[in-house]
Each structure stands twice: as C-alpha cells, then as structure tokens.
C-alpha cells in the first residue's frame, strides 16, 4: 500500500513536516509539503516544500546551498503528520542557526533565551539584498 | 520578553507543537495548542493540547496516565511552531506505540513499514469501550 493511501492533507492540501537530523536527533525545523513536494522529495531524496507565504513550490537549499538528503520518511498514526530524517548540510534556519529552534522559554514563558551559537549570518548565506 | 510578543498563532489561534523525549531524542508526536492550553502547559509543568477534531482542550495522559513533564520549550524563527523536549511516560501513541511515527516509507513512498513495537494495545491502555 503506497503512503498516500495513508496520508491526509489538510483543507489547503498540505501536510505539516518535521524535518530531524538523523545524526543529532535535533530537531532542524518545521515546513510544509503539498503532494507534488512530497514526491519529488521521495523522487530526488532532497526536501523539496510549499511556501505558504510564497505560494512558490521550493526544494531547500536551493540558494543557500543548504540541502537536506532524505535518510527516512516516516508519518504518524492520524496520517496528518511527517517525520523526515535528514543529513543536512550547514545551517536549517533561515537566520543562519542550525536550527529553527533556537530559543527556549524561561520562567514560564515570560522570557526566553538563545539556545546556540549563531554559525553564519543570513547576509552571509544569501549575500546582501 | 514574553514568548507570547514571539509567537503566531493560526487563524484558528492554534500553534503546531512538536514534542520530542528529552532522553533519546525520539520525536513522539505533533500536536495543537491554543493560548489557553500553552499557558496551562507552562504552569502546570504538564502538556495540554487543543483537539481540533473533539473541540476540546486536554491534559496529554488524562485518561491513559501517559502524562508528559515538560524539560525544555522552545520555539522557532518564525513563532509559529512549538518544540517541546518531556519526559515521557509510557506510550505517546494512542495506538500504543511510543511514538505517533512508528511507520516509515519503503519504495519511494509506495509502500511503507512498521518501525518499532507496539508496547500496549488502546485497549490495554484505554479499557475496553
């Protein structure tokens, strides 16, 4: 049975993603897929995602050079959800951090603090606009 | 700062929230939160959701005891995905599994594989109904 007999897009046609590093555990970021992004990022083995902003179909990396290659892709029990392992190459986030997740709260959400080391700057990723 | 001048919540005043064993790394699950049940999780030390499908707000292991104590919570660049690292209690799964992503594609997507064991059955875990 092939996996979109399982999957359930939402109202929009798409499908929330969480994007892990297999050799870190870490949790690089969350996107989303439509069904023409998930196969072609089953296809090419690269994540390939919808820009709900955008409304652009994009494969990550692709002027960063920060490319994620597909190591699983597993979903959950409602269907509703993906879990895609990676091996990605530098920085998740847009921002130049690893990843997405780079802040936690503190005292009960009434702040928070940055988690890690910024490895690049988004001037440096995508040179300045 | 509050986390709360940080984060977005959708349309529909939800939050995606990822929530991942603090311990191994797992990813256990994805799901909702209104403002309400975030403000309940950062008091109470406990995971509380909002079911979109029974329109209800609930404490994680309410009636299963699978209750989730939460380590850390962080959130992303945009403010609109939660990731929150818990100490997890038995089964995240309702199914039983310990993670909702128990299932893994195979094929490219054409067919798929359970990838870890079931530790209850719902009926071990919920009583028979």
Aim: hydrophobic share 35%.
């Amino acid at each position: 049975m092939s996996i979109f007999e399982k999957l359930k897009f939402n109202a929009e046609g798409l499908i929330p993603t969480i994007v892990q590093e297999q050799s870190s555990g870490r949790v690089l970021m969350m996107a989303w897929m439509n069904e023409a992004s998930l196969k072609k990022t089953l296809e090419t083995g690269k994540t390939h995602f919808w820009s709900r902003s955008r409304k652009k179909f994009w494969m990550k990396g692709e002027e960063s050079g920060h490319t994620q290659t597909v190591k699983d892709l597993a979903f959950d029990c409602d269907g509703d959800t993906l879990l895609i392992q990676v091996e990605q190459i530098g920085a998740a986030c847009h921002e130049g951090y690893k990843s997405c997740f780079f802040r936690s709260a503190e005292s009960a959400g009434e702040s928070f603090r940055t988690t890690e080391k910024r490895l690049q700057t988004p001037e440096e990723i995508y040179g300045r606009k």
